[in-house]
């Protein structure tokens, strides 16, 4: 079964996050050969990825980080004029193409979809955009068969894993009576059942114990996915090409809680190469916009990342931590013994700061809270964190 549609309640509900827990999270740029996978890497991280005209040019996966946009953060480093400026960073991957096959080691495969299954989430980048001088690896543009080309090959990596791990738990937990396996060989049936269907594991609700045991395998198909429709320069401006209806009614279809990003890798790539003054007005001649914010900050989101600020005359920066983080754990990312020996947490939301002008008068109007080890952190949330400064320390010399 689909997902059931979100109610009203359900918008303030954490998303679960199947596979690692962690603020170094990265997203992985995954598509078929030469749909525009490392030129828009190479925008998106202002770096030099090989960008070649033929399948496989990318063989190590290039890695980088790009900061994340916030006018809140500008805001602060305005404001403050600090010696430090430090912005909060996407892990970005650009990993090979995959072709028909690839769960089977076709095109290296198996060494492409290992590079996917150390990744957080995926950028599946798709080509609806004609070019002569660009070849197809499947000899036409169809970006209806290359979503299913490249979904088939993910789900199918997985069934191969699955497949092998229920073996292992059957002997277990079935023939061996080992009862603490037997939650997980539950799932993994479960898991199976879906890959088989022809789904993906994101697809799904799943409970908090079935997370649990899902959290223990870095299952391909259970990382969130954002499509990115790499257009041409031309129809990006106008917004129109013949594939997008196509496109949106496969993927309502069959991953309708997806999101879909329209971009053109040519128009990134025209405007990375202009100065600053040029690109103004470039994008206000043709009254458009780059797309690279908007896909940063989903990515970010889609790893269920947030941060707060720390800031004063020394250093404004950006702390990330996931969504659900309690104060005294967030106290932990900027050092172990603001954990240990927490106090408390003196917060300040940006709106009020920037409403109030000062911190001083944040604390006039009582909008400077004192909150305690079980407040849970809020994106954009300014803390001070007060700590024991004895607590964290061990017997040893430092």
């Known amino acids: 079964m689909p997902p059931k549609k979100k109610g009203a309640g359900d918008e303030n509900k954490p998303p679960a996050l199947i596979g690692r827990v962690g603020t170094s999270l990265k997203m992985g740029i995954v598509g078929l050969p030469n749909v525009g996978k490392s030129t828009f890497f190479n925008v998106l991280t202002k770096s030099e990825a090989e ?3 033929f399948p496989f040019c990318t063989i190590n996966p290039n890695e980088s980080r ?3 946009p916030d006018q809140r953060l500008q805001y602060l480093f305005d404001y403050w004029k600090p010696l430090s400026k430090v912005p909060a960073f996407l892990n970005i991957v650009d ?7 690839a769960s089977e080691g076709t095109g290296l495969g198996n060494a492409f979809l290992s590079h996917i299954r150390e990744c957080d989430g995926i950028f599946h980048v798709i080509r609806v955009f004609d070019d002569d001088e660009i070849t197809h690896v499947d000899g036409d543009v169809n970006p209806v068969r290359d979503i299913q080309t490249i979904l088939d090959e993910l789900r199918l990596k997985d069934l191969q894993y699955v497949q092998g791990r229920l073996e292992n738990l059957e002997r277990l937990a079935v023939r061996g009576g080992d009862k603490a396996k037997k939650q997980e060989y539950e799932v993994m049936k479960k898991v199976d059942e879906v890959l088989n269907k022809g789904q993906h594991v994101r697809m799904l609700d799943w409970t908090d114990v079935e997370v649990e045991e899902l959290n223990k395998h870095l299952l391909i198909t259970a990382k969130p996915l954002i499509y990115l429709v790499n257009m041409s ?3 990006y401006l106008r917004k129109k090409n013949k594939w997008l209806v196509k496109v949106k009614e496969y993927l309502d279809e069959q991953d309708r809680y997806a999101k879909v990003i329209l971009f053109s890798g040519s128009f990134e790539y025209k405007l990375f190469e202009m100065g600053e003054e040029e ?3 470039y994008l206000e001649d043709h009254k458009a916009e780059s797309a690279l914010e908007k896909i940063i900050l989903s990515g970010y989101k889609a790893l269920n990342l947030i941060y707060f600020f720390t800031a004063g005359e020394d250093e404004v920066k950006a702390w990330p931590v996931q969504i659900g983080t309690k104060a005294p754990q967030a106290a932990g990312k900027i050092h172990t013994d603001f954990e240990a020996g927490f106090i408390m947490a ?4 940006f709106d009020d700061f920037k409403e109030a002008g000062s911190e001083a008068a944040a604390k006039a109007s009582g909008k400077y809270r004192q909150q305690g080890k079980n407040y849970i952190v809020e994106d954009g949330d300014i803390i001070l964190f007060k700590f024991n400064a004895g607590a964290g320390l061990s017997s040893k010399k430092k």
């Open 66 to 68: 790009v900061p994340v």
């Open 346 to 349: 003196e917060v300040m939301r």
């Open 95 to 101: 990993i090979a193409g995959l072709v028909r096959g």
């Open 51 to 53: 960008a070649s005209n």
């Open 279 to 281: 690109k103004k007005k």
């Open 233 to 235: 320069e031309k129809d």
